[in-house]
């Protein structure tokens, strides 16, 4: 059975798309709804998102960009939000931080790149091999074995 997409509000809670509606439906003004709604993600950037992730999983800085095979300065400024990281990088750093599925697309929305896609042969890979914890080089993996680029790229 398919997960329906969700959103987390400020105390945590996971509201599913359907709720999110129902809650905007019965707004009485869309300002309303959306101070009610947004902010969690509104008032967060990437770097503070990863933060807030390395503080609830325990990790260091270098544990996480190691994890996830990123060069380490460029990594270092990511968390600074010194730099820009493109999506496939994103990924890796979810891979690195042993990211769920929700935590790695809001990862993603934050990094400004669009979440995965279970549609998207590769996405669909990449969904399959978050779910079950594996790592970024046990993704690379599997995307390799079944014809698709890593997200490390190879070197040439």
């Excluded at 669009?114 to 590769?122: G, P």
């Excluded at 978050?130 to 997200?151: A, F, P």
Aim: glycine share 10%.
């Amino acid at each position: 059975m398919a997960k329906e997409r969700s959103e987390v509000d400020s105390c945590g809670h996971e509201h599913v798309t359907e709720e999110l509606l129902e809650r905007l439906l019965a707004s009485t003004s869309i300002e309303g709804y959306l101070s009610a709604v947004e902010p969690d993600l509104e008032g967060r950037d990437l770097a503070e998102y990863l933060c807030d992730l390395l503080e609830r999983k325990g990790l260091g800085r270098a544990q996480a960009i190691a994890a996830a095979g990123l060069n380490a300065t460029f990594g270092y400024q990511v968390f600074q939000g010194t730099r820009h990281i493109g999506r496939d990088r994103a990924l890796m750093l979810a891979f690195g931080m042993g990211c769920t599925l929700h935590e790695a697309q809001r990862l993603l929305r934050l990094a400004g790149h669009a979440e995965l896609w279970s549609r998207r042969r590769r996405d669909a890979i990449v969904i399959f091999c978050l779910e079950r914890g594996l790592s970024r080089e046990d993704c690379d993996d599997e995307l390799y074995r079944m014809g698709e680029e890593t997200l490390l790229p190879a070197e040439g």
